[in-house]
């Protein structure tokens, strides 16, 4: 059972780049999180999905889309890479919302110069 | 809006030493609330999680964390911590919603030999 998987493990981008940062889960989950993390910050939602078809906005979304054509699928787009979109980046999944344990991904650590 | 404060960035323990990690929240109703720990280059993985009832929870690797309300705190707990508890904790907190997790910042758990 592979839960969330995430590809790349590492990237660099160069300023105005653009790059899909992949995601998949094999659980069967519908609910389906993106978040970023900086030194010190703690985890910042960026989009999420309750559903195939369904996506919506969390508390850091500019300069990112996201889509989610399958139940299992959830990948975030980059266009314009910055400096300010360096961090490290999870993918997570739930079977439902808030009192249900989020299954993680080993992460995407991207550097932008 | 829900917010999580841990007061601590480092704790440096020794092994074999007990172990508490503080967690203070803020919401208006009694909040969902979870610790996960990553370790270093991983993702998130849940420790333990309240909801109702007893206050006092128990998690895996032998971890518990208790539920005050009125010190609006959810601090975690160890009896006698191992070299491998070496990671990063995070408390979230949830109020219901499919982006309702709200992250702490992190403590950074350091064991000394």
């Known amino acids: 059972n592979a839960g969330v998987t995430q590809t790349p493990k590492f990237r660099i981008l160069k300023i105005g780049q653009s790059m899909t940062l992949q995601c998949a889960q094999d659980?069967?989950?519908?609910?389906m999180y993106w978040y970023r993390q900086d030194p010190g910050m703690g985890l910042k939602l960026i989009y999420y999905s309750v559903g195939a078809g369904i996506t919506d906005k969390g508390e850091v979304p500019n300069g990112y889309n996201v889509s989610r054509s399958t139940t299992e699928d959830f990948p975030l787009r980059l266009e314009l890479a910055a400096p300010s979109q360096t961090s490290v980046y999870f993918c997570a999944s739930a079977p439902s919302s808030y009192n249900s344990p989020l299954h993680f991904g080993n992460g995407t650590r991207l550097t932008v110069t | 809006a829900q917010s999580v404060t841990q007061p601590d960035i480092h704790i440096t323990v020794s092994e074999g030493a007990s172990l508490e990690l503080r967690c203070n929240y803020s919401?208006?109703?009694?909040?969902?609330l979870f610790w996960y720990v990553q370790s270093p280059g991983q993702g998130l993985q849940l420790l333990l999680k309240?909801?109702?009832?007893?206050?006092l929870v128990q998690g895996i690797k032998g971890f518990e964390a208790e539920f005050k309300r009125s010190q609006s705190s959810f601090n975690l707990r160890k009896p006698s911590v191992h070299w491998s508890d070496a990671a990063e904790y995070f408390c979230v907190t949830s109020g219901g919603g499919a982006d309702g997790l709200t992250f702490g910042k992190g403590t950074h758990l350091i064991i000394q030999p």
């Open positions: 309240y909801f109702s009832g007893d206050t």
């Open positions: 659980m069967n989950h519908n609910y």
């Open positions: 919401y208006g109703a009694t909040p969902y």
